[in-house]
């Protein structure tokens, strides 16, 4: 599906009404191939063996870091033996623009830790991924023996015209795969610009609340509500969110996500 970049962002900027996705949905397209492996959040903290010390994402930023910073507080449970929440996702996910701390997984571990919960949140995001390479990257989610993962992927797919019956099925392998590991999915929704036609656009964004329905996932609607044709809230390309758009995703997020940390002896301290 050929279309102009320079079009397309002066096509974001000046549209701006509700529930158009400005550059939410605008992310591998932008030249950033994906990496293999998540991108990290921070350069020091604890990864995965497989993962320790070696790959990089081509920013030359290290892959698959949890975001916890400090070493957790007297009384409290060891950050590296918490239960784990996995962000997994695309550009979105990887912070694109914004400094590691700037993101929204380790603006949500703040949070968390703000109101003693005791979990540890990995940054998955890899800019320019697909579905295609969220399934290529579930055993390395697995091997981080999540208890959450939230999923933000499919944008791409959209952007590219990639045929949703296969957006749809690499999403239902994630997520299959996931839950028979005992893991519980939190659902990211996406939609595209109106400049894809009304049928791709209005199946594309049905896709998400369908497949919530079908595997009985947690979901989040719009994972850019809020932020979306909001200038103050995105950086210059009117794609990418700011440090504050990425607040205010946490903001919407932490709702979606205190019903599920309540539950087992790993909530609170």
């Not at 998540?38 to 320790?52: C, F, I, L, M, W």
């Not at 239902?172 to 610009?193: D, H, N, S």
């Amino acid at each position: 599906m050929p279309f102009h970049f320079p079009h397309l962002f002066s096509l974001f900027r000046r549209m701006a009404f509700p529930g158009f996705v400005v550059g939410a949905v605008c992310l591998a397209i932008l030249g950033c191939e994906p990496a293999s492996e998540p991108v990290s959040s921070t350069s020091d903290q604890t990864q995965p063996p497989s993962v320790a010390g070696g790959p990089r994402d081509g920013f030359g930023q290290r892959l698959g870091t949890d975001v916890t910073s400090q070493p957790g507080r007297s009384g409290e449970q060891p950050r590296a033996e918490r239960p784990t929440i996995v962000a997994f996702g695309d550009s979105l996910t990887a912070g694109l623009g914004v400094s590691p701390e700037e993101a929204f997984p380790a603006q949500l571990q703040r949070r968390l830790d703000a109101a003693d919960y005791q979990f540890r949140v990995i940054n998955a995001g890899v800019s320019g991924d697909t579905t295609a390479g969220g399934v290529r990257r579930i055993d390395w989610v697995l091997s981080s023996r999540p208890r959450i993962v939230i999923l933000e992927l499919g944008a791409n797919d959209g952007l590219r015209g990639i045929d949703l019956s296969q957006t749809r099925a690499n999403l239902e392998q994630i997520i299959t795969r996931l839950q028979a590991a005992g893991v519980t999915v939190v659902l990211a929704g996406m939609k595209l610009p109106p400049n894809y036609g009304p049928e791709y656009t209005a199946r594309f964004a049905a896709l998400y609340p369908d497949l919530a329905r079908r595997y009985r996932l947690v979901s989040i609607p719009f994972f850019l509500e809020g932020v979306a044709a909001k200038t103050a809230l995105n950086q210059a390309d009117g794609i990418h969110p700011t440090a504050e758009g990425y607040r205010v995703i946490v903001d919407h997020l932490m709702p979606v996500l205190e019903p599920l940390l309540g539950r087992g002896a790993s909530s609170r301290s």
